[in-house]
């Protein structure tokens, strides 16, 4: 019951606080809504027509009639809605009418098929950014500023202290640390997102070493849409098979990538003696760093950092700037004192953000 309540209390707040942003877009209870031309970008209900930013499960939740989306999201995104969601596509860059506006997809840089959504009507040009960023990835397109009157931007790591170091960097730390256990006889474990920081760690390491990369089973899925959709990526081996078998019996030495989900679960002992790490933007921090006890912690993020988040609101040339995920209002707060207009947009989503 009181967890009803409490449900109840929160979706009351929710709709409470629905602010009419009289614009191309508008907040409403079931996430960013376009009038003019009726569908809604990112929402967190099922509605008639879905707009998708990017496959995160964050983003494109179930249940909707129809979603469009880039070619790679789709080809990500049937997987996770199954055979018989209606997903239409299209390229980054054409443009569609969709009622009184026109609606066009630009890359994003935050994985396979991301992409900020430029609505054009009669209220000025918005771009919805999504989630992106602005360091190379050689697994998605890169991000491109669109000049924009009102952007929407997500702040994940809306906060100075988030700053990525350089990924050539990160990497090497990474092959370093995999050296230094392979000596040991241990096998290394690193824990990181399914959607786009595990095939963008696999193609980073195939530029520094030809030594194979063994997954955890519930990474082949996605592994296979970047290959289908065009991707390159390095051979992997499976620490089990889709037979169940471990073709292996013993992974001293080897490097696995697993999901944050595996921790702690008896797959696990199919390693042997290990160290573990974990790829995120939250890696950051010291204290979340001993928190959650990992032997390590590689800073590497598909989020933009705070200099990249403040140097892609100034290349949009936005007088209106609205935050939203993470650290929404010390962003927005930040931006006011530099003399823009910024507020943020509230989000359902409370759980931790994907693919960070
Ligand atoms: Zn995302
Ligand atoms: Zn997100």
Same mark, same amino acid.
Request: hydrophobic share 40%.
């Given at each position: ?5 409490? /449900? ?30 009726? /569908? ?5 209900? $099922? ?22 989306? #880039?070619?790679? %999201? ?8 199954? $055979? ?5 596509? =299209? ?5 569609? *009418?969709?009622?009184?506006?026109? !609606? ?6 935050? !994985? ?7 609505? @054009? ?21 890169? &991000?491109?500023?669109?000049?924009? @009157? #009102? /952007? ?26 995999? @050296? ?10 690193? &824990? ?52 169940? *078998?471990?073709?292996? #019996? ?13 921790? +702690? ?12 790490? /974990? ?7 010291? +204290? ?24 892609? =609101? %100034? ?8 935050? %939203? ?20 947009? *509230? #989000? ?9």
């Amino acid at each position: 019951m009181v967890h009803v309540r409490r /449900f109840l209390q929160r979706w009351l707040s929710l709709v409470r606080s629905v602010v009419r942003l009289t614009g191309v877009l508008n907040e409403t209870a079931r996430g960013l809504y376009c009038p003019a031309g009726d /569908f809604f970008i990112d929402p967190w209900e $099922p509605v008639e027509r879905a707009v998708i930013t990017h496959a995160h499960a964050d983003h494109a939740r179930p249940g909707s009639a129809a979603y469009l989306c #880039t070619p790679g %999201t789709r080809e990500l995104l049937q997987r996770r809605l199954g $055979p018989d969601a209606i997903l239409q596509t =299209i390229e980054y860059g054409s443009l569609l *009418r969709m009622g009184d506006v026109t !609606v066009s997809f630009h890359p994003a840089g935050h !994985v396979l098929g991301s992409a900020q959504i430029r609505v @054009d009507g009669p209220g000025g040009v918005w771009v919805v950014a999504g989630d992106y960023k602005r360091a190379a990835d050689p697994t998605c397109a890169p &991000f491109e500023p669109v000049p924009c @009157d #009102t /952007f929407v931007t997500e702040s994940t790591f809306g906060l100075p202290i988030y700053r990525w170091d350089d990924t050539a960097v990160v990497m090497r730390d990474i092959l370093s640390w995999w @050296d230094a256990n392979r000596e040991a006889g241990r096998a290394s474990v690193i &824990f990181c997102y399914t959607l786009g920081k595990a095939q963008r760690l696999l193609a980073e390491l195939a530029t520094l070493t030809g030594r194979a990369v063994h997954v955890h089973g519930m990474m082949l899925g996605m592994i296979d849409g970047y290959r289908e959709a065009g991707v390159t990526l390095p051979e992997v081996k499976p620490v089990i098979d889709r037979t169940g *078998r471990s073709p292996r #019996t013993s992974m001293a030495g080897e490097l696995v990538l697993a999901p944050l989900s595996a921790r +702690g679960t008896p797959w696990m002992r199919r390693l042997g003696t290990l160290s573990d790490a /974990f790829a995120s933007g939250l890696m950051r921090v010291r +204290g979340v760093r001993r928190q959650r006890a990992y032997d390590r912690g590689f800073v590497i993020s598909d989020h933009a950092d705070w200099p990249a988040l403040l140097q892609t =609101i %100034t290349e949009t040339g936005a007088s209106r700037v609205l935050a %939203t995920h993470g650290h929404a209002e010390p962003l927005a707060r930040h931006l006011r004192t530099q003399g823009l207009e910024s507020g943020i947009i *509230r #989000t359902a989503w409370e759980g931790e953000p994907s693919g960070d």
